[in-house]
């Protein structure tokens, strides 16, 4: 098993940051879904001579990512509010707060759709802020080696494998796809989907690999 890649981030410069004309003290609230959103928000933050105020607020979209913020800022001190795991979750938190506050959303360039659809729905105050990108990895390593499996885990992995290798075939190897869209990604590809995560019997990748090994050897 080779633990590989296909996609990586990449920081949005200050000064293409700039060239947005995004005014973060304008802000009284950040939405957070991730690890990445954290050291981004605050690098800029940094670059721009800004110092976060005292009573921002930050809408965390698990346990962890706040605890992330540990790494930038007294915790005690500020006010969190804080989803269970994803982005509904959090949408439910935002929705308490959403007459009082307007919202920065520090992003990537590529984004699920969810929070910004509901931001707009209802008319909330808030401002996209791209601040990181997911590129393609370097993969030209790998011209020459076949795979029995190849596991994807989003949509940016099936772009990734084309932008790499162009002429890509499929051939005998096996595709594996975590969640729906990446799903849908592999078939808008051309590509068979062998094998699907999660199912009702296998909620992981593992899980979802481990029944197609047996399923084809009648074990």
């Known amino acids: 098993i080779d633990f590989r890649p296909f996609i990586q981030v990449e920081p949005v410069s200050y000064k293409e940051f700039r060239r947005t004309k995004v005014d973060i003290l304008s802000h009284s609230a950040?939405?957070?879904?991730?690890?990445?959103?954290?050291?981004?928000?605050?690098?800029?933050?940094?670059?721009?001579k800004i110092e976060v105020p005292a009573d921002m607020k930050y809408f965390c979209i698990s346990e962890q990512t706040a605890n992330y913020l540990q790494k930038y800022i007294v915790?005690?001190?500020?006010k969190l509010f804080i989803g269970k795991r994803t982005a509904a979750d959090l949408i439910e938190v935002i929705a308490k707060h959403k007459k009082k506050e307007k919202f920065l959303f520090p992003c990537s360039n590529i984004r699920k759709e969810d929070i910004p659809n509901f931001m707009k729905s209802n008319s909330l105050e808030y401002t996209e802020a791209v601040i990181y990108k997911t590129v393609a990895s370097d993969l030209s390593d790998l011209a020459d080696v076949n795979y029995d499996v190849i596991a994807f885990f989003s949509p940016s992995g099936i772009n990734s494998l084309f932008r790499n290798f162009p002429e890509f075939t499929q051939n005998g190897t096996?595709?594996?796809?975590?969640?729906?869209?990446?799903?849908?990604?592999?078939?808008e590809a051309g590509l068979t989907l062998n094998i699907q995560a999660?199912?009702?019997?296998?909620?992981?990748?593992?899980?979802?690999?481990?029944?197609?090994?047996?399923?084809?050897?009648?074990?």
């Open 75 to 78: 915790l005690r001190k500020r």
């Open 198 to 219: 999660p199912q009702p019997n296998a909620p992981s990748m593992t899980g979802a690999i481990e029944l197609y090994i047996k399923e084809v050897n009648n074990l």
């Open 174 to 187: 096996r595709i594996a796809a975590f969640g729906p869209t990446t799903a849908k990604a592999v078939a």
């Open 30 to 48: 950040v939405i957070l879904t991730s690890r990445n959103a954290v050291d981004n928000f605050f690098r800029v933050c940094e670059e721009a």
